[in-house]
């Protein structure tokens, strides 16, 4: 593996942690949203991770034939999680049902904070990667002098 492959995969693991991040904090910012532009209270989304391959068609031909299979990771997509809506009775909400009830998303603040802590670590280790990854490029530029 060359160096840059090796930034290759940990910018796509970055990529794909920021955008765990930005939906987490999505979910945040909305855990009280009763209306949205579909019509029904917000729903918690998650995303979702594939492998991918790091290198061009080229790189993989060659790469076959020296038994070698990288991948690096790509998202998939984000999908709106499944889970009931919470009932709150609120009687004065102006978006409360005619028995009173107001459907707020379950999201919950811990678990969503969870989350995020496990995206932030997943993102410091690319980091931490990607320095490394320059770290031994310089010291072999070092010892080519």
């Known amino acids: 593996m060359d160096f840059m492959t090796a930034l290759d995969i940990g910018a796509s693991g970055l990529k794909a942690q ?16 009763t209306k949205t532009l579909e ?6 989304k998650s995303v979702s991770f594939e492998s991918s391959p790091v290198y061009s ?11 070698r299979d990288l991948h690096g990771v790509k998202v998939l997509g984000v999908t709106a999680d499944q ?18 009830y107001v459907y707020y998303p379950d999201i919950n603040v811990v678990e969503e904070m ?11 280790a690319n980091v931490q990667t990607i320095e490394s990854v320059k770290q031994m490029f310089n010291k072999a530029l070092q010892i080519g002098v």
């Open 57 to 67: 068609p080229f790189d993989e031909a060659m790469n076959e034939q020296l038994n």
């Open 18 to 33: 920021r955008a765990t991040l930005n939906v987490i904090s999505m979910n945040m910012a909305n855990i009280r949203t």
């Open 39 to 44: 019509g029904g209270p917000y729903q918690r």
């Open 83 to 100: 889970r009931p809506f919470k009932q709150v009775y609120e009687p004065h909400h102006p978006d409360a049902n005619e028995l009173g």
């Open 114 to 124: 969870t989350y995020m802590m496990n995206a932030t670590r997943g993102y410091e």
